[in-house]
C-alpha cells in the first residue's frame, strides 16, 4: 500500500493528464483572493505551495499577481514551469525562502500534504504583516452510482487506505469544512495570525464515461497504485458511468480557508 508521502509526490506520473483534466478554481475565489491582496497594499507577490502544473499559479496571474511556485514533485514542476510559471522544487516546509516575502500564500489541493504544525510556521515566516493565507479544495460528488462504485472497487483493491471515501455529497462537505477549520485552528495557534474565514463556491462540470475516467485516473487515490489495481476501479467506474447513458453532471463545492497574518 501506498504511504501517504509516496501518494503526496505520486501525480508528476500524470502530469500532463493532470492540468488537462483538472478543473480550474472558480473565478469569483480566484477575484476574491486578488482583491483582498490588492486591498491590503501595493504589492501582488503570491507564493503557490503545492503549485502542481500551476493551475492556480496561472488563474492568479491572468488576475494581475506575480506568482512563485514551489513544487515537491519535479515532474510537476517542470510542466508548469513550462507554461510560464516560476517553480522551485522542494516541500514548503524544507525550501528556503532565502529572505522572500510574500503578500499572499496560497495552497490549492495540497495543504493537507503539509505538515500541520511546521506548514503554518513556515508561512508566518515567508507572508508580509497583513498578507493572505489561503487554501482551497475541491470537493466533488458524482451520480451515487459512480460514487459507490468507485468506492467498492478502491475498497476491493487498497483495503487497508489511510483514509475514509465519503458515502454522499453532504458528508463529503462536511468533512472537507472540518479540515478547514483544523487549518485555521493550526494557523491561530501559531499566535501569528488572525481573522480566519471560510469561504465556498458552488458549481457543476459535465462529464462523459471517458473524460471522467481520464480525470479520476489523476486522483491521489490512483497515481500511487500499479495498473491492474487502477484498471480494476476504472472498469467498475466505467461501467457505472455507462449504465447512466455514457454522461453525468457532477456537483463540485470548492471550500477555502482564509487567514491573515498579523
Given at each position: ?26 473565478a469569483e475565489l480566484v ?151 483544523r487549518t485555521a485552528e493550526s494557523f491561530l ?74
Amino acid at each position: 500500500m501506498p504511504t501517504p508521502a509516496g501518494w503526496s509526490q505520486s501525480f508528476g506520473s500524470e502530469a500532463e493528464r493532470y492540468d488537462r483534466t483538472r478543473p480550474p478554481y472558480p473565478a469569483e475565489l480566484v477575484d476574491r483572493i486578488a482583491d483582498r491582496i490588492a486591498a491590503a497594499g501595493p504589492g501582488r507577490d503570491v507564493l503557490d505551495v503545492g503549485c502542481g502544473t500551476g493551475i492556480a499559479a496561472r488563474q492568479l496571474r491572468a488576475a494581475g499577481c506575480t506568482v512563485l511556485g514551489v513544487e515537491p514533485d519535479e515532474r510537476m514542476a517542470a510542466f508548469a514551469r513550462d507554461t510560464g510559471v516560476t517553480v522551485e522544487t522542494a516541500t514548503f516546509e524544507a525550501w528556503d525562502p532565502a529572505g522572500r516575502r510574500f503578500d499572499a500564500v496560497v495552497a490549492g489541493q495540497s495543504w493537507h500534504w503539509v505538515d500541520a504544525s511546521a506548514g503554518p510556521a513556515q508561512a508566518a515566516r515567508v507572508l508580509r504583516p497583513g498578507g493572505l493565507f489561503v487554501a482551497l479544495w475541491h470537493v466533488f460528488a458524482p451520480p451515487e452510482p459512480v460514487s459507490r462504485a468507485f468506492a467498492e472497487a478502491f475498497q476491493r483493491v487498497v483495503p487497508d487506505a489511510p483514509f475514509q471515501l465519503p458515502t454522499s455529497p453532504e458528508q463529503a462537505v462536511t468533512s472537507y469544512e472540518a479540515g478547514c477549520t483544523r487549518t485555521a485552528e493550526s494557523f491561530l495557534a501559531t499566535g501569528e495570525f488572525t481573522e480566519a474565514e471560510q469561504w465556498s463556491a458552488s458549481w457543476e462540470h459535465s462529464y462523459t464515461t471517458g473524460s471522467y475516467l481520464d480525470f479520476m485516473r489523476t486522483t491521489g487515490a490512483l497515481t500511487a497504485l500499479p495498473p491492474d489495481q487502477v484498471a480494476v476501479v476504472t472498469d467498475a467506474v466505467g461501467t457505472a458511468a455507462e449504465a447512466l447513458g455514457g454522461s453525468f453532471t457532477t456537483s463540485y463545492c470548492t471550500l477555502a480557508v482564509a487567514v491573515v497574518r498579523s
